[in-house]
């Protein structure tokens, strides 16, 4: 089992709490599809739509494809609208198993680190 972490910080201006956002994934590779699973994805109000959830995304998802991860999941509450149109912008696809559980195959061709 990997742990994946990411913290942003800023700057106290927008508040006294320095933490803008943060991702905590598991990546486990004792099933035939290595799966990476991100458990807790949060941005804090003042850092919403400032692409912060993206670029962590985008970072667990690279050191996910590094450590021989082919596969990402989550799972999100259906009625988190803003929260699905971003993971499904960044290529998750539903897992059909009835409820909001969006998995993304990691290419290394299409994927390419920015």
Same mark, same amino acid.
């Given at each position: 089992?990997?742990?994946?972490?990411?913290?942003?910080?800023?700057?106290?201006?927008?508040?006294?709490?320095?933490?803008?956002?943060? $991702?905590?994934?598991?990546?486990?590779?004792?099933?035939?599809?290595?799966?990476?699973?991100? =458990?807790?994805? /949060?941005?804090?109000?003042?850092?919403?739509?400032?692409? $912060?959830?993206?670029?962590?995304?985008?970072?667990?998802?690279?050191?996910?494809?590094?450590? /021989?991860?082919?596969?990402?999941?989550?799972?999100?509450?259906?009625?988190? =609208?803003?929260?699905?149109? $971003?993971?499904?912008?960044?290529?998750?696809?539903?897992?059909?198993?009835?409820?909001?559980?969006?998995?993304?195959?990691?290419?290394?061709?299409?994927?390419?680190?920015?």
């Amino acid at each position: 089992m990997t742990f994946i972490a990411c913290l942003v910080l800023a700057e106290a201006d927008r508040g006294d709490n320095p933490v803008a956002a943060f $991702l905590f994934a598991l990546a486990d590779g004792s099933t035939d599809t290595s799966t990476a699973i991100l =458990h807790c994805l /949060g941005t804090r109000a003042p850092w919403r739509r400032s692409g $912060l959830a993206t670029a962590m995304i985008s970072r667990v998802q690279h050191r996910a494809h590094s450590a /021989g991860v082919r596969q990402l999941r989550l799972k999100v509450t259906d009625s988190n =609208h803003s929260a699905l149109a $971003l993971y499904r912008k960044l290529g998750f696809v539903e897992s059909g198993q009835g409820f909001a559980v969006l998995m993304r195959q990691l290419n290394p061709e299409a994927d390419e680190q920015p």
